[in-house]
Structures are given as C-alpha cells and as structure tokens.
C-alpha cells in the first residue's frame, strides 16, 4: 500500500497525501510554489559543524512565518532544499504574486534576525497538471510524511487573542493562541498535526490565566479553539475531558469552547455527540466552520452558542472571491439569527471590512490587524463601533 492510498496516518489524522488529493479534487491543474535556499553548500560550509541544529532551528521558523501567511487550504511540504507550497486559495497570477509576497517578507524577516542573515529564499511559481504534479513531486510528499511535525512543548508561549463584541462595543473575550518565534499567534491547527497535545496545553494555560486574572478582581471571557479531530476520538476525547473536570466551577460562565475546524459536511451525529459531552461542564461551546458549509441549518439545529467562519487570506481583497464571500456569509448571518444562534467572523479583516460585517449583523470578530494579540490575558474593555470609522483608503 503506497501513501497515496492511504487516508489516515497512524495518530488518526489525514496524512499529507490525503490532504493533496482533496485539494486536486475536481481540478485539471495545481498551482504550487517551490522556495528554495539560495546558496545552501555555502550556507552549510558558514555554519560548519552547527548546521544540522541550525538546520531545523532555520526549518522550525520558516515553516511558523510562512503558515502565518497563507491559506488554511494551501499545503506546505519541507523539503531538503526548502518549502514546496501547493496552493488552494489561489490560482495563475494571483499565486504566482503570493509566492514573492511570502517570499520577499520572509528574506527581509532573515536579514533582520541575528545569526540568520545570510539565508535567503527564492520563489518560482508554476502551474502543473495533476498528472505532471505527481509525477515530479510524489516522492517529496511520500517523504515528507515520516518528518517529524511541529513539537508541542510545555514551553510554548501563549498570548491571548481579542474578540470584539459588535453589540456591546467592547474587547469582551480573549482566546488562547499559541505563539511563533516572532511572536505572533501561530495556526497551530495548519502548522502540525498534533493537535490533541496543543489543545490540552491551551487548556491548561488557559484555566491558569483565568485564575490568576480572576485573583485580582477583574474578568474576561476566555475562549479556547479545540480541534475536532481531538474531540471525534474517545481516546483523546477523554484526554481533554480530564484536564476541563479540573477546572474551577464558578468561573464556567467565562469559558468559551469553539470547535475548529470542522470540514463542510462533517457527520451531523458526531458533532451532536461532542456537543452533548461538553455541554454539561462548558455551557458556551462554539462551532468553526468553512465558510462553503452547504448544509447550515443541520448545525443550527444542534444549537451551538454560536457559529463562527474563519476567512480564507485573501478572501475579501480586490482579486479575492469578495462578493461570493460576503454574500455567503450575509446569508448564514440571517439563518442564525433566525435560530437565535450568534455569528462570528475571524480572519486578516480590516477595518473597513469588519464595519461592514458588523452593519451586515455579524456578533462577534476578531482580527489580528485591528485587535492585535495580548501577550498576557487582560480584563474585558470598550472598543466602540466608532473607532472602526475609516477613509475608504484603507480598503484592502
């Protein structure tokens, strides 16, 4: 059996393959950029004799800076020479752009960081059949399923994410976001398989801040995205379970749970059994989905606290799929309202894109570029509506 013909790896999770085939599916041709290092044989001859653990050190980071800046449905693969990026958001010129884009802040990042000056990267973009695609690529991608994924490490440093609340005008929840080198949150969700191990350690960090916030007199609403892989599987379903029974009680009311990334058309009675066992210990638990759910009043029927829709990069910029997007996410708003079910909207959402979504009926929205992550949990604040008030100039 070749990995090609295998869907799930051995911790149950879809291996890398798998991931490339759904992302081919229904296409006649793949976009994909290669970055490679410019000069690796001088590279290695500077470092000498510490170039395998800067090696990985270089690898680790590169891999934390690039996710930051692509997709959820773009595919990045190490390789021994650099990084091949299968793109899925994008197409023709528009990946051809993001490839220098991702590239060029890279180099700059490099050329800023001490030790790290001398590497570099270039991107070379190409269209390819399916055929063609695994014919050049298929023992890099049977390769890369034995690397060693993104560690989690107790050490991981944790800040906080803003979510603003549209109706209220203020900063009245945070979520626990794992941070990268630069010290920006990281999609750990897109950056490693690993997720029981990463939601179990926001879990803990999370009740941690909680508690040490709430000594102090002031609250917050503390949100945690736990991934649906994590809560489908009763070994490590139960895993999570046992850390959520030790939290304090009397600040349950201040718990958010938001299961992430749940697949447009994942089974209905699944998400009904997860939502079933947290309930009874979670009172406000939230579903992430894609923003292509076809099927949205199966999951309002289950009654979540809320929905939210991660925005694809790109999304709502001039070359994106904008109206397709807003008109999507305009409907879903209006379905739930009608169940009396909130919305909420993430994503690198500017300002005059977030005053839209909130006139349009969105609850809640949390973006980076507006709402910058807190390296420490802070107390809920104002925000009014007013500040979101922008020329058109900073149109995306």
């Keep these: 059996m070749t990995c090609m013909d295998q869907e799930f790896d051995s911790s149950g999770e879809l291996n890398l393959a798998e991931r490339i085939r759904r992302l081919a599916n229904g296409r006649n041709t793949l976009d994909v950029a290669q970055f490679q290092f410019i000069g690796l044989d001088e590279i290695r001859a500077g470092y000498a004799g510490r170039w395998t653990e800067k090696r990985e050190h270089v690898f680790r980071v590169a891999t934390q800076f690039i996710t930051r800046r692509i997709s959820p449905q773009d595919v990045l693969i ?136 709430f000594a102090t007199g002031r609250k917050a609403l503390v949100g945690v995205a736990v991934h649906v892989s994590s809560l489908n599987s009763q070994q490590s379903l139960a895993r999570l379970m046992s850390v959520i029974s030790t939290f304090d009680p009397e600040m349950a009311r201040y718990r958010v749970i938001r299961v992430s990334c749940v697949e447009p058309g994942f089974p209905r009675i699944y998400l009904q059994d997860i939502l079933r066992t947290l309930k009874p210990r979670i009172p406000h638990v939230a579903i992430g989905l894609h923003w292509t759910e076809p099927d949205l009043a199966s999951i309002l029927s289950l009654q979540p606290s809320a929905i939210g829709f991660s925005l694809p990069t790109g999304a709502l910029s001039p070359h994106g799929n904008k109206a397709e997007v807003l008109a999507r996410v305009r409907a879903a ?64």
């Excluded at 993430?346 to 992550?373: F, K, M, Q, Y």
């Design 78 to 213: 190490p390789s021994d020479e650099g990084f091949l990026l299968i793109f899925g958001a994008f197409s023709g010129f528009q990946a051809d752009a993001a490839g220098k884009r991702v590239s060029k802040e890279l180099n700059q990042f490099f050329l800023g960081t001490p030790d790290m000056d001398q590497i570099q990267l270039e991107a070379r973009h190409q269209s390819m059949s399916v055929h063609d695609f695994a014919s050049a690529y298929g023992e890099m991608i049977a390769g890369a399923n034995d690397l060693t994924p993104l560690q989690v490490s107790s050490e991981t440093p944790m800040g906080f994410t803003p979510v603003w609340d549209a109706q209220r005008g203020a900063l009245s929840t945070f979520f626990i976001s794992p941070l990268d080198a630069m010290g920006a949150p990281m999609d750990w969700d897109w950056a490693s398989y690993r997720h029981t191990d990463m939601d179990e350690l926001k879990l803990k960090a999370s009740e941690e801040a909680m508690k040490a916030l």
């Design 333 to 396: 708003m209006e379905l739930a309202h009608h169940h009396d079910v909130s919305v909420g909207i993430e994503g690198d959402v500017h300002r005059v894109h977030a005053r839209r979504l909130a006139l349009d009926g969105a609850n809640h929205l949390c973006s980076p570029r507006i709402w910058p992550t807190r390296l420490a949990l802070p107390e809920a604040e104002l925000w009014p509506a007013s500040r979101l008030d922008v020329s058109t100039s900073a149109a995306a």
